[in-house]
């Protein structure tokens, strides 16, 4: 439903495209929002990543069976504020 197939011509495979929807904000500073469910591609458009790189990162995710992962905001939330708690460590280290 948040993507729709498109086509660059006569011999073009398919690609898909994102569907307007996807580029919404997610505000995640009220209770509620951390609580949403968000699909692939939500998670995606927040992080302004491919959806194939969301999951090379190893955000944790619900698998609901065949290319069905969902993400709960909160633990998105979680996983970057690692990242960057992580990220603000090593650059202390190599700083001095």
Excluded: Y
């Excluded at 949403?36 to 302004?48: N, P, S």
């Excluded at 969301?54 to 065949?66: A, K, N, Q, S």
């Excluded at 939330?77 to 992580?86: A, D, I, K, Q």
């Amino acid at each position: 439903m948040g993507t729709r197939p498109c086509t660059d011509g006569s011999n073009a495979r398919l690609r898909w495209e994102s569907a307007p929807r996807m580029a919404k904000v997610i505000p995640l500073e009220s209770r509620d929002s951390l609580q949403e469910v968000l699909t692939l591609q939500e998670v995606a458009a927040w992080l302004k990543v491919k959806p194939r790189q969301v999951l090379r990162l190893g955000i944790p995710c619900l698998d609901l069976g065949h290319r069905t992962k969902r993400f709960l905001a909160q633990d998105v939330r979680g996983w970057l504020e690692r990242r960057v708690n992580s990220a603000r460590v090593r650059a202390r280290r190599t700083s001095g």
